[in-house]
């Protein structure tokens, strides 16, 4: 052993403190680093270029309800894995593999609760199980907190955040496209408001349904939103396609959003829609 060694060995080792892994993270829009928890203070939206990340479920419910209040709708039963699906990984392993991430049933949830005292039933979808798809589950939840609000005579509004139907369920996906169509014409004919906020993404068969239905279409800054992808249009068109193509201010500008409304301004607004079109149904 070396004289080097042996002094090596005989320093006292400093243990360092631990230090979270998730303290700091960088902004996928600006490059920023943001420290989380002022990140998640400011609503998930970066402090420097106002980048809006994307949230579940339970967390924009508590962004959105009156002192965090409100009760969840149960999640609709429905047959798993139907058609016995298998590619790199059974889907009934991805399922599991979604459930365990996100401890939710599936890529909607529904709530009753107030906004600044105005009461409706809020669906959102989360990216983060299976990419928001539409699956089985999916068109059931919807449908769900579509009659929840008939039979409460309440507004129903829609977060949507989907990258389209879900290819492990075929044709059984695809047919949500239709029911929740039917769904949000029984809403209609009740004579209630139906909301949509199209978040970051929401494309696909989501966009091609219930997403472009809403009695008001909202979305969030930067949002992307379309059916195909940029890249698929342009080889089918053979053109390029302008700068911001597909993004909620190029929507707006073209017509197809009615606003597009900051996160941290998204509660004030939706109360003040509330009293716009069912000022009695809503009042809690």
Known sequence: MSWLTR??????????????????????????????????????????????GRIGARTRFRQLFDEDQYTLLAAPRVPEDPLKFRDTKKYVDRLKAARTATNEPDALLNAHGAIEGRNAIVGVQDFAFMGGSMGVGVGEAFVAGIHAAIAERLPYIIFTAAGGARMQEGILSLMQMPRTTAAIAELKEAGLPYIVVLTDPTTGGVTASYAMLGDIQIAE?????????????????????????????????????????????????????????APAKAAA
């Open 7 to 52: 002094v090596r060995n005989a320093i006292a080792s400093v243990t360092q403190k631990d230090t979270p892994d998730n303290l700091w993270q960088k902004c996928p829009s600006c490059g920023q680093m943001i420290f989380t928890k002022e990140f998640e203070e400011n609503l998930s939206v970066c402090p420097s270029c106002e980048w809006h």
């Open 221 to 277: 800054p930067g949002a992307l939103i379309g059916f195909a992808g940029q890249r698929v249009i342009e080889q089918t068109i053979r053109e390029k396609l302008p700068e911001g193509f597909q993004r909620a201010e190029y929507l707006l500008e073209h017509g197809m959003l009615d606003m597009v409304v900051r996160r941290r301004e998204l509660r004030d607004t939706l109360a003040r829609l509330l009293d716009y079109v």
